[in-house]
Structure formats: C-alpha cells, structure tokens
C-alpha cells in the first residue's frame, strides 16, 4: 500500500497543477476584461440553450443505466441514478475517474446493488461511450478528409507524409505482432484494454433492451455536439463556424477533459487549439472555450450538489427500516 500512496497522490495532484497552470496561461492570452465584456455581449439564449441539451444528454446517460441494471436482477429508481450520475460529474471536479467509484457507492447504498456488479455496468457504459468518440472521430475524418490533408499537405512534403504514413504503418505492425507474442506487463495491459473494450462492445447486443440502449447511447452523444454547436451562436464571432470546425474542436475539448479535473483550464486552450486550424481569431475562440465550459461546470455543481444533498433525504424511508 505504501509503494501505491505516492502514485496515488501523483494521480490527484499533477491534474490538479496542469489544470492550475493552464488556467494562469489561458487568462495570461486573454485579459480579464476583455474576457468579461465576452461574457456581458454573449446571447445567453443560446447558452441557456446549450445548458438544456446538456441535461437532456445526463437525463438520457441515467436512463441508460437502467437497462444495464436490469439483467442483474435489480430495478433502481430513476431518480437515484440520475442523482449519482451528476454527483460523479460534480466528484469527478476534485479526484480525476473518482466520480465513477462513487456513482457505483450511492447505487450500493441505496439501490442494495452490489459494488462490483454497479461498478462493472459503469465501466460497460464507458465502452460505449469510448466507441461513440471514436465514431465521431471517423465521421470528422470521413468529411474532412480534404481539409485534413491539404492542412498537412501544406505543413509537410507529400513524399514526406507518405515515407512518415508507411514507417507509422509499419510501426504498428511490428508493434501488433509484438503484443499479441508478448507476454510482458505493456503487452498483457494492451490485450486486456483491447479485450474489455471488444467484450464489452458485443456484451452490448446480448442485452435485452439493447435497441433502446444504443438509441440512448447515440442520443447522449448527440446533445453533446449540438450543446457544443448551439453555444457557438452565442457569440456574433463564431455564428458562421464550420461543422467541420465544430467538430474537430468538440472531439479535442472531449480529450482535454481527461487531461485535467473537469477539463479546468485545459478545455478553453483545446477549442483554441481546434479553432486555430481553421485561422479562427483567438479571443473569441478562447471566450467560447471559457464561456461554455464555465456555464456547464457551473449546472453540474448546483445539480451534483443538490444530489448530493438530497440522496439522503429522497432515500430516507429506506434508511430508517
């Protein structure tokens, strides 16, 4: 236990540091009035909008939940399983994947589901969520596939891309073929990723709502991008953004989240990241990352706290028997 604790800490703490740094960075590109007066001009219409599609997206990922429960003898109450869905996001805030342990603990303590069982349906939801980012990672490619390699065409030689796409290839052969020979600690943790992902991919179809599980699942996803477009129009900058620019700058804010607690600091910088491709000015693209991530952080520690406030109190008869 002694040689874990200070990973563990390492795990909680360099999060937290990025996210600080990158905070101080953001608000060092951009001046704090000039960031304010974004704030005071934006359209909250469309803000409030963007709000609303979000919770749709939390009310539909708690809904979800409810088919997986199902199989294993159990029927939770919705109400229970959307109160532990924004409790995780809000806990999600303070220890980086913590949120998840804790979801699975409000279900053991009020629904009676057992830790394990709670805990393996919750990582079978991030399965299907991984191959939903990777699908839309794919669609980005698919539709983008000019602007993606004149944007590389340009950066690099053509004959330089094909020598570097041919020795990447190559590389991932001999690296498949090392993995799938190897019995090393890398090689079994690869197999084991591989492995769960693909199971828990096919272990979907076995389900007995498994129509209404993907239904959700695509529906989740799908408020997630429109939460992400419709907030765009909240700033007369960005009213004429490209789908391609909203996705690829979705699919990178997504990534930005796991980088540091709740995508602090980090998810402004990766939308101007994305923006920056498509010669999107800077202020406006850096107010958006702010505006957004600051409006939809905010819903999650009002509703995650009241959850967590009234678990208890909506629970109450159960925990007096």
């Known amino acids: 236990m002694k040689l874990n604790k200070p990973k563990s800490i390492l795990k909680i703490v360099l999060p937290l540091l990025l996210?600080?740094?990158?905070?101080?960075?953001?608000?060092?590109?951009?001046?704090?009035?000039?960031?304010?007066?974004?704030?005071?001009?934006?359209?909250?219409?469309?803000?409030?909008?963007?709000?609303f599609?979000?919770?749709?997206?939390?009310v539909s990922r708690a809904y979800r939940w409810l088919y997986m429960?199902?199989?294993?003898?159990?029927?939770?109450?919705f109400a229970n399983s959307l109160m532990a869905v924004y409790a995780a996001y809000l806990i999600n805030f303070t220890i980086p994947r913590a949120g998840e342990i804790?979801?699975?603990?409000?279900l053991t303590n009020y629904e009676n589901i057992p830790f394990d069982k709670g805990f393996g349906t919750?990582?079978?939801?991030?399965?299907?969520?991984?191959?939903?980012?990777?699908?839309?990672?794919?669609?980005?490619f698919i539709l983008e596939f000019e602007?993606?390699?004149?944007?590389?065409?340009?950066?690099?030689?053509?004959?330089?891309?094909?020598?570097?796409?041919?020795?990447?290839?190559?590389l991932a052969l001999i690296l498949f073929l090392f993995i799938k020979k190897s019995n090393s600690q890398f090689a079994l943790k690869v197999k084991g990723f591989v492995f769960g992902l693909t199971e828990g991919a096919l272990s979907i179809f076995k389900m007995k709502n498994k129509w209404a599980f993907i239904g959700h699942t695509f529906f989740i996803w799908l408020m997630y991008?429109?939460?992400?477009?419709?907030?765009?129009?909240?700033?007369?900058?960005?009213?004429?953004?490209?789908?391609?620019?909203?996705?690829?700058?979705?699919?990178?804010?997504?990534?930005?989240?796991?980088?540091?607690?709740?995508?602090?600091?980090?998810?402004?910088?990766?939308?101007v990241i994305a923006f920056s491709l498509f010669a999107m000015a800077e202020d406006p693209s850096r107010a958006f990352g702010?505006?957004?991530?600051?409006?939809?952080?905010?819903?999650?520690?009002?509703?995650?706290?009241?959850?967590?406030?009234y678990l208890p109190i909506y629970n109450r008869k159960k925990t007096t028997v």
């Not at 804790?102 to 409000?106: E, H, M, Q, T």
């Open 147 to 170: 602007f993606i390699y004149e944007f590389f065409a340009s950066k690099f030689n053509p004959s330089t891309l094909l020598i570097a796409g041919s020795a990447l290839l190559l």
């Open 69 to 77: 429960a199902e199989p294993l003898g159990f029927k939770p109450k």
């Open 225 to 271: 991008v429109l939460m992400f477009y419709v907030t765009t129009y909240a700033l007369p900058e960005l009213q004429h953004i490209s789908i391609a620019a909203v996705l690829i700058g979705f699919i990178l804010a997504s990534f930005s989240i796991a980088a540091t607690n709740g995508g602090i600091g980090s998810y402004p910088e990766a939308i």
């Open 290 to 309: 702010w505006i957004i991530w600051s409006t939809q952080t905010l819903v999650i520690i009002m509703l995650g706290g009241l959850s967590l406030l």
């Open 122 to 140: 919750i990582v079978a939801e991030r399965i299907a969520d991984t191959l939903m980012l990777l699908l839309i990672i794919a669609i980005a």
């Open 102 to 106: 804790a979801r699975a603990s409000i």
């Open 53 to 58: 599609l979000g919770v749709l997206s939390h």
């Open 19 to 51: 996210g600080v740094g990158l905070v101080w960075y953001s608000l060092s590109k951009i001046s704090i009035p000039v960031l304010v007066q974004y704030f005071k001009d934006a359209d909250y219409s469309w803000i409030i909008f963007g709000v």
